[in-house]
């Protein structure tokens, strides 16, 4: 059952971007669109594709042209089949979009699919046209919203065989001392002080400093970062420290020891932790206003239409 739709951006980028200077006057550099045969600046209305098919011949492409594509899914999002999610790589899993139905006469056959993903614990596997091409998408439900991530092609993804490192030997002690510190970390949600972007903040506050011609704020002194040489040590200190970072107190019990050669099993060491305090926003919410200002610029958003 086709669903008329309209595809708008399920993301916002709230970094800061620079533009490039002349650093002698502050005069804004700038990429102009200058033809190589007349030797002039062209307007946009003057440029279009192109397929260069060798160096003096040039296919013209035009937008009428890939919008009339011969394909099902050039005008519409054609679902291939219905998968559970966790058959999907997650790392085929690219941006997202919401999907909105195109007035009140999708409305019902919209939540008619909304309802029956939710309902079969599965997502749809899809093909659609999307900027000249065609392309692979998932929908999934995300509240009241169906969402359509773009996948990539399966010969898009690289063989990691190249990249693994040589081997090498892990003892079981190591494996526990990996699994304390995993158990010491583990958390319910992602809200917190951690998960907050520390990095446009500090740019923001860079920036206000020298609008308001202020010192620049101090660098935090850097740690002291020993050689690593014992590794059991290192994720003994990584558990305490994490135990610290959530106000739990430190116990000997979570304590990683090596396991005597001669057993060929070992028990998996308990990790007794206090209630963990109840992590607020309180933190983030107290940023400055000048640098809210100026790390939250989101530019208005205009539905596109699928």
């Known amino acids: 059952m086709p669903v008329p739709i309209n595809v708008v951006s399920a993301t916002e ?15 804004r550099i700038r990429t102009r669109k200058v033809c190589e045969i007349e030797d002039r600046e062209v307007a946009q209305a ?10 003096t011949q040039v296919i013209p492409i035009s937008d009428e042209e890939l919008r009339d594509l011969p394909l099902p899914t050039a005008k519409a999002i054609e679902i291939e089949a219905f998968v559970p999610l966790e058959s999907v790589d997650p790392i085929r899993i690219a941006e997202g979009y919401y999907l909105q139905p195109a007035g009140q006469v999708a409305a019902k056959p919209y939540k008619l699919l909304r309802q ?71 958390r319910e949600d992602l809200e917190g002080e951690e998960f907050r972007d520390a990095y446009t903040e500090a740019i923001a506050k860079i920036i206000e400093s020298k609008r308001e011609d202020r ?35 430190a ?29 607020t926003a309180t933190g983030q919410a107290k940023k400055t206003s000048a640098a809210k200002k100026t790390a939250k610029k989101v530019a208005a958003r205009r539905p596109r239409s699928a």
């Open 13 to 27: 980028d709230h970094s800061i971007h620079f533009h490039q200077y002349h650093l002698e006057d502050m005069g």
């Open 46 to 55: 003057e440029i279009g594709k192109g397929y260069e098919l060798t160096k």
């Open 116 to 186: 029956a993903l939710e309902r079969s614990s599965k997502v749809a596997v899809a093909k659609y046209a999307w900027s000249g091409r065609e392309r692979l998408g998932l929908l999934r439900v995300r509240g009241d919203a169906i969402v359509l991530h773009a996948m990539r092609w399966p010969d898009e993804i690289r063989d990691p065989v190249e990249l693994l490192p040589a081997p090498v030997e892990v003892s079981e002690g190591e494996i526990e001392g990996a699994l304390a510190l995993m158990e010491s970390m583990t």
């Open 215 to 249: 010192p620049l704020p101090e660098a935090p002194e850097p740690k002291e970062q020993g050689q690593v040489l014992d590794l059991m040590a290192a994720l003994q200190e990584s558990v305490r420290k994490a135990q610290a970072s959530r106000g739990e107190t």
């Open 251 to 279: 116990d000997t019990d979570a304590d990683v020891h090596e396991m005597e050669p001669k057993k060929k099993t070992a028990a998996k060491k308990s990790v007794k932790k206090a209630p963990a305090k109840k992590t």
